[in-house]
């Protein structure tokens, strides 16, 4: 089937190239010249595994292509995917100017049916605004039908996660719709949620919002664990094998970031509000991850006694392992916090450096972990790549000016790195 997906971001670049594998013929489209420039030239806009080679493979074999023009996607195709991003606005809305844009440009350009599907995360309610701005918008008689299919990509994981989805949610409202969308995803083998646009774009805000209440919920646990002496990942453990309850999403740390959660738990506040109903239980998980990230900057104050003047080495500064992506990292947060107490920071990440050092310009880019304990007064884990759980302890010991390492993530045992004579602080664990 010809595709375009509009957007070549986390994505929408990975959602062509997985159409692309799947044999079909894809345009991805986006406005950034030089994105598109480098994608044509097989060099990638952010690191994802697997990626490159799903991309090269695809234009290799000509069923991936790249463009700035957008005219020139619609007219190759016949579903249109909209997976342009919906950042945050400062009031916490989502911000929807470039999903209008695409769709304004749709109708303008409508040359036959096409098939309109936001792939983007939206409020609830943009896929009626879009049909409204198509049908506004497009002077002839062609009709488009619109379709929201949200992803539920992660990153780092993101086309496992497409190629093996655990469900594939289609929010159609006609016949053709359904047939075309249905016939796109029945080779993933995977159920078919088949809705309306509305409740599939609440299915994915839903779901961002409660895996995101999951993370606060353990979190705040870990604070009570904190103060009771007790172990979280193991009251996580036995929470865990209650098959309502799942193990997955209940690790405490210093709190979620990336461009999704944070976000997508935002935008589902204010349109709560703006139909009427105060979605408190969201403010807390909002408020319960600020907490989490405050109070682990807090915890590396505390351990250092006096922070000015002292250097703290981090381990760690993507959002999350296996990806380049700072967007709303909780390492932001807590170095800015130890820059504004004085603190001198150093820090490695195995892939996320080029990306940090624009939004943490203080900090000492080092080449690894051996650099960073290099004379630091501690060592803080703030993203739990797996280079960092087998380092040479010895060593680490003897770089450090004082054996203290303050664990965000919770990868090391307590009682071995207590046998390794380190001061071991991690969270919600005694
Ligand atoms: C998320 C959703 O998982 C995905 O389905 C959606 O499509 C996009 O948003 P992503 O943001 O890529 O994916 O990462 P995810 O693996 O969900 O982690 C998000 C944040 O939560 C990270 O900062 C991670 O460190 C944190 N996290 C995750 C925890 O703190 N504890 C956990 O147990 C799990």
Known sequence: ????????????????????????????????????????????????????????????????????????????????????????KATGEADLAYVEDVARSIAEHLPGYRLVVEKSTVP???????????????????IADVASNPEFLREGTAIQDFMKPDRVVLGVESKRAKDLLVALYKPLGAPLVITDISSAELIKHASNSYLSMKISFINAVA???????????????????????????LNAGAGYGGFCFPKDVEAFIKISEQLGYDFELLK????????????????????????????????GLAFKPNTDDMRYAPAIDVIEYLEGEGATVKAFDPQAMKEAAHLLPKVKMCQDPYEVARGADC???????????????????KLLRQPLIVDGRNIYDPARMKALGFRYISVGRA
């Not at 703030?382 to 302890?393: A, I, R």
């Open 223 to 249: 604070q009570v664990c904190e103060r009771a002496g007790a172990d979280v990942q193991q009251v996580a453990d036995g929470m865990g094998l209650d098959p309502r309850i799942g193990r997955s999403f």
């Open 124 to 142: 609830v309610q943009t896929g009626k605004w879009i049909a409204h701005t198509i049908k506004t918008y497009h002077r002839k008689k062609h």
């Open 379 to 397: 060592l803080a884990v703030l993203t739990e790549w797996n280079e960092f759980k087998e380092l040479d302890f010895a060593r680490l010991k």
């Open 1 to 88: 089937m010809d595709i375009s997906v509009v957007g070549a971001g986390h994505v929408g670049l990975v959602t062509g190239a997985c159409f692309a594998d799947l044999g079909h013929e894809v345009i991805v489209v986006d406005n950034d010249v030089k994105r598109i420039a480098n994608l044509k030239k097989g060099i990638m806009p952010y690191y994802e595994p697997g990626l490159e080679e799903l991309v090269k493979r695809g234009v290799r074999e000509k069923r991936l292509a790249f463009t700035t023009s957008l005219k020139e996607g619609i007219d190759k195709s016949i579903i249109i995917f909209i997976a342009v991003g919906t950042p945050q």
């Open 284 to 315: 807390a998980v909002r408020n319960a991850n600020e907490l989490a990230k405050r109070s682990f900057a807090q915890k590396i104050q505390k351990a250092l006694w006096v922070v000015r003047g002292k250097t703290v080495g981090v381990l």
